[in-house]
């Protein structure tokens, strides 16, 4: 008869026990993020805003306007510059480190016043590129990027934006996934 009260445990045992399986919650994929741009696509600095179209593919618009004559003239009457990167980034690689690479276009205003009667106004297109190195957490969190961000401009003379032709530069930013 002993039998028969370890069957009815057992069966009870293993009809009412649960698999436990250890995961880590990550939270929810973040889609969304802001970050600051010191150098790099849209010039001295951006303020941007990125899309993940994808797990690895994302959407990136900034917006930046600075005078120039501080870092580049020495004094006189300020250059203006206005400038609206748009790039499309592709993320190679698993967890927080990433490798980053892109393209895109960096559209912008400036305005040349070296004095009152030689003020000209320009618009500019320049192609640009993104090889980098990204750091950001899946979930919501800090974001971390710096590479290599060069342009290549089609304008000639003062218009060409950053310079005529191929022009090497490298940008670091700090943000926030949302």
Not at 5 to 16: H, N, T, V, Y
Not at 18 to 47: D, R
Not at 93 to 105: A, D, I, N, W
Request: charged share 20%; proline share 6%; aromatic share 12%.
């Amino acid at each position: 008869m002993r039998i028969k009260p370890a069957l009815s445990l057992l069966a009870l045992l293993l009809a009412g026990g649960s698999p436990c399986l250890a995961q880590q919650e990550t939270g929810p994929a973040a889609h969304n993020a802001v970050f600051f741009e010191l150098l790099g696509n849209g010039g001295v600095y951006s303020f941007n805003y990125e899309r993940m179209l994808t797990e690895s593919l994302g959407l990136r618009v900034g917006v930046a306007a600075w005078n120039s004559p501080i870092l580049w003239d020495g004094g006189g009457r300020p250059d203006r510059y206005a400038t609206v990167p748009v790039t499309l980034s592709y993320l190679l690689g698993r967890g927080e480190r990433k490798l980053e690479l892109g393209g895109g276009v960096t559209f912008g205003q400036g305005t040349l016043d070296r004095s009152s009667d030689q003020r000209r106004d320009f618009s500019f297109r320049s192609v640009t590129a993104i090889v980098g190195y990204r750091s950001q957490p899946k979930g919501r969190g800090y974001l971390f990027r710096v590479g290599a961000t060069p342009f290549y401009s089609f304008d000639d003379g003062e218009e060409a934006y950053p310079d005529p032709g191929l022009t090497f530069s490298a940008g670091v930013s700090f943000g926030y996934r949302l």
